[in-house]
């Protein structure tokens, strides 16, 4: 379906999530399925529904659990019967800057400023210990997104007394306990409200009227995000990029323009967009993306192009360069 892929249809995924549901568990799919709970510290039941669709359009089927409105704590801490007897595969804890139980005032010192960053951490690190010691099963974990306002201005960022540097701090910290244990994973709010626009994310209109910690548009896009992370876990990554090269890797035809016409490297700035794009494409490969061509061209222009001295990417970079007609 169209609107899952770049740019994905937020408003559709929104408005028709009934029907595109029934119209997904209709295809003829080899389903995975999985136990995912989800642990809130805001609402979840819209972040579930279009989780959902996007796990459903990558082959897995969902059954959920959430917890009540704010008890990811609780659940995770004090042992919930339900979730016990749910045995989840997955974990998600969906918790955002407002879920921040301390932060420095101005008039704290240096020291108390980091005594309230270690207690922070610890409580956090606490819980995904805990979780991981009774369900054993991989953890998902949003980081901070930041609130739309600096108290401090620019200073906000580098002042221990900021809470955009404090959130920065508590980043950091989880992504340390990222790098030091397996199966738990960040979600990268942080990065995803940046690109939304933080305004627009951080709306205050959906926290106060029905608590969701992000603007009922974002949330597709907040769910994509996640089920990424999901189905990379359970095997269904893709693994290739098929590319076409006619205004794709170059401007222009090569077939009409000839090898010295097409556009490609740092003299025209379109030239310079398909070398940018030729760069990603082959920094995929350091990820263990494979490339192959896939182009109705003639197979001699095809390899005249890849060989142009601005061409970023080589004949030998690809697996497979099928060009014919």
């Known amino acids: 379906m169209k609107l899952f892929e770049y740019p994905i249809d937020s408003k559709t995924l929104l408005r028709k999530k009934r029907s595109i549901k029934k119209e997904l568990l209709a295809g003829d799919c080899a389903w995975i399925d999985k136990r995912i709970a989800v642990l809130g510290g805001s609402t979840t039941n819209e972040i579930v529904d279009q989780l959902e669709l996007f796990l459903l359009y990558q082959g897995i089927r969902p059954t959920f659990y959430q917890s009540e409105y704010g008890q990811y704590w609780q659940d995770s801490m004090f042992g919930n019967s339900e979730l016990a007897q749910f045995r989840p595969d997955i974990i998600y804890i969906h918790t955002n800057w407002r879920n921040i139980e301390v932060f420095p005032n101005l008039q704290d010192s240096e020291q108390t400023a980091h005594e309230k960053l270690s207690s922070e951490v610890e409580r956090f690190t606490s819980m995904w210990n805990k979780l991981a010691e009774t369900f054993g099963c991989p953890i998902i974990q949003n980081n901070f997104d930041r609130p739309d306002y600096r108290l401090l ?72 995000s996640v089920s990424n992370i999901i ?6 990554n893709k693994k290739a990029l098929v590319l076409d090269l006619d205004n794709t890797l170059w401007g222009g035809i090569i077939g009409d323009d000839g090898v010295e016409g097409i556009a490609i490297g740092p003299e025209l700035s379109n030239g310079q967009a398909f070398s940018a794009f030729q760069r990603y494409c082959k920094s995929l490969t350091e990820i263990g993306i494979i490339l192959a061509v896939n182009s109705k061209n003639e197979y001699s222009n095809a390899i005249a192009g890849l060989t142009h001295p601005y061409s970023i990417l080589k004949p030998e970079d690809f697996v497979s360069i099928k060009a014919n007609w």
């Open 153 to 224: 201005g620019n200073r906000d960022i580098w002042d221990s007394h900021g809470r955009s540097n404090y959130i920065a701090q508590l980043n950091m910290a989880f992504y340390h306990y990222a790098q030091t244990h397996e199966n738990f994973y960040i979600n990268d709010l942080d990065y995803l409200s940046a690109n939304y626009g933080l305004s627009d994310w951080n709306n205050p209109l959906y926290w106060y009227m029905y608590k969701y910690a992000l603007c009922l548009d974002a949330i597709p896009f907040l769910a994509q």
């Open 231 to 236: 189905k990379s876990i359970f095997g269904r």
